[in-house]
T-cell receptor
Framework: AQRVTQPEKLLSVFKGAPVELKCNYS??????LFWYVQYSRQRLQLLLR??SRESIKGFTADLNKGETSFHLKKPFAQEEDSAMYYC???????????FGQGTTLQVKP | NAGVTQTPKFQVLKTGQSMTLQCAQD?????MSWYRQDPGMGLRLIHY???????DQGEVPNGYNVSRSTTEDFPLRLLSAAPSQTSVYFC??????????????FGPGTRLTVL
């Protein structure tokens, strides 16, 4: 079964602290994984995708197939990073995108 | 381009009423989908479509119907609204269902309350 789990509903850190938002997945094939972000009063938008191995706004995420994880990391959190973050898994067979429960990141000044 | 548009932005229904949430995109995207967003549940896929005339069920399809008569439009119909369908509904589209790692673009959402 295709499943994405984000164990933390809320992650609260101080500005300048490191951030790690956890994501674990279950998928029988070769996974395509994404992180989406929803800032307050804005649309959900793509943050990064594992296939690009990119760093966006200081965030990175590495796919660990052994641990079936795709954790999102940033070494120094900024207040503008406060948002809801969703991890998502795309089925290569059907194309459908399944999301995790989401983690609210709160960066305090 | 307007991107993905949704109407209405807000809607209040009584139990048993029916309505259609509209979704349109002007990017010639093949793939379109509907999600509902609930606190603690994240985004759950209701229905999706890989092209005109083709639809399939997602995780939570019960109580909802969809059709895809054109590439641009993907309406979501609530047949007989129930309080459990109170939620925020998002429509999304992407270039192709099978192209690797294509981004999904989301609409602004429709906030639905069923009394």
């Amino acid at each position: 079964a295709q499943r994405v789990t984000q164990p933390e509903k809320l992650l609260s850190v101080f500005k300048g602290a490191p951030v790690e938002l956890k994501c674990n997945y279950s998928y029988s094939g070769s996974p395509e994984l994404f992180w989406y972000v929803q800032y307050s009063r804005q649309r959900l938008q793509l943050l990064l995708r594992h296939i690009s191995r990119e760093s966006i706004k200081g965030f990175t995420a590495d796919l660990n197939k052994g641990e079936t994880s795709f954790h999102l990391k940033k070494p120094f959190a900024q207040e503008e990073d406060s948002a809801m973050y969703y991890c998502a898994l795309r089925s290569s067979n059907t194309g459908k995108l399944i999301f995790g429960q989401g983690t609210t990141l709160q960066v305090k000044p | 381009n307007a991107g993905v548009t949704q109407t209405p932005k807000f809607q209040v229904l009584k139990t048993g009423q029916s309505m259609t949430l509209q979704c349109a995109q002007d990017m010639n995207h093949e793939y379109m989908s509907w999600y509902r967003q609930d606190p603690g549940m994240g985004l759950r896929l209701i229905h999706y479509s890989v092209g005109a005339g083709i639809t399939d069920q997602g995780e939570v399809p019960n109580g909802y119907n969809v059709s895809r008569s054109t590439t641009e439009d993907f309406p979501l119909r609530l047949l007989s609204a129930a309080p459990s369908q109170t939620s925020v509904y998002f429509c999304a589209s992407s270039y192709s269902a099978l192209a690797v790692a294509h981004e999904q673009f989301f609409g602004p959402g429709t906030r639905l309350t069923v009394l």
